[in-house]
C-alpha cells in the first residue's frame, strides 16, 4: 500500500505560481505512474497531468500543458506540480494519485488505485 501526502496549496493571486509536492511512503517499487488530478467545487474531478514510469514520459490536460509541469524522482518517492500563470479556473481541491495505469486509463480516475488527501489551491485577487 502506498500512502500519499500533499503540501503547498494555498492562495494566489492570478498570474501567480505555486508548486505542489506528493510525498509518497510505503512500497512504491510496482508503481507505474503518478498523477495530479482537481476537483472544483460543483463539478467532477478532473485530470491534470501524469507521469509514467514506461518511458519517463509526461501527459497534461491541454487546458494546463502550457502553464503547468508534473516532475518527479524515478523512486516514485515524490512527484511536484510547478504551476504558473494561475487562473481564478484552477481554483479546486488537488489530488495526488498513484498506480499501474496503462495507456488508455492514464488520464482518468480508475487508472489509480492510491490517493492523497488532496491540498487546496485558491486563485483570487
Known amino acids: 500500500q502506498v500512502q500519499l501526502v500533499e503540501t503547498g496549496g494555498g492562495l494566489v493571486q492570478p498570474g501567480g505560481s505555486l508548486r505542489l509536492t506528493c510525498a509518497a511512503s510505503?512500497?512504491?517499487?510496482?508503481?507505474?505512474?503518478m498523477a495530479w488530478f482537481r476537483q472544483a467545487p460543483g463539478k467532477e474531478r478532473e485530470f491534470v497531468a501524469a507521469?509514467?514510469?514506461?518511458?519517463?514520459?509526461?501527459y497534461y490536460n491541454e487546458i494546463v500543458k502550457d502553464r503547468f509541469s508534473i516532475s518527479g524522482d524515478r523512486a516514485f518517492s515524490a512527484i511536484y506540480l510547478q504551476m504558473t500563470g494561475l487562473k481564478p479556473e484552477d481554483t479546486a481541491v488537488y489530488y495526488c494519485a498513484a498506480g499501474r495505469p496503462i495507456l488508455s486509463s492514464l488520464r482518468t480516475m480508475g487508472g489509480y488505485t492510491n490517493w492523497g488527501q488532496g491540498t487546496q489551491v485558491t486563485v483570487s485577487s
Open positions: 507521469l509514467r514510469r514506461n518511458g519517463w514520459r509526461t
Open positions: 510505503g512500497d512504491t517499487s510496482d508503481t507505474g505512474g
